[in-house]
């Protein structure tokens, strides 16, 4: 069975860094566009940070120059770098992948979630 499993995430002082990891596990035949969502208490689940299986990458405004997105094809991984965090960025963080695998019979890409961290940041 495909998942994305994510980890790092935690408390934080405003300033502070902090890393998420993403795991693909599972058996894929292979990794699209990746990226990274979060969703805040009572605010709808809005884009961090996206990256292509060529290693574009596009942010969110309210992140440019403090979050960096990265990725390992050969590992399956991908990870979000936080740097200088604020309390506005307090919410669960998801990852989400487009997966080429083989569900009930039929290869396509699927699109994949994982069940979040949560990433609290304190003044």
């Known amino acids: 069975q495909v998942q994305l499993v994510e980890s790092g995430g935690g408390l934080v002082q405003t300033g502070g860094s902090l890393r998420l990891s993403c795991v693909v596990s599972?058996?894929?035949?292979?990794?699209?566009?990746m990226g990274w969502y979060r969703q805040a208490p009572g605010k709808e689940r809005e884009l961090v940070a996206r990256?292509?299986?060529?290693?574009?990458?596009n942010y969110a405004d309210s992140v440019k120059g403090r979050f960096t997105i990265s990725r390992d094809n050969a590992k399956k991984t991908m990870d979000l770098q936080m740097n200088n965090v604020k309390p506005e960025d307090t919410a669960v963080y998801y990852c989400?992948?487009?997966?080429?695998?083989?569900?009930?019979?039929?290869?396509?890409?699927?699109?994949?979630w994982g069940q979040g961290t949560q990433v609290t940041v304190v003044s």
């Open positions: 989400n992948g487009q997966l080429r695998s083989l569900r009930a019979g039929i290869v396509r890409t699927y699109d994949y």
């Open positions: 599972g058996s894929i035949l292979s990794i699209s566009g």
């Open positions: 990256i292509t299986g060529a290693g574009s990458t």
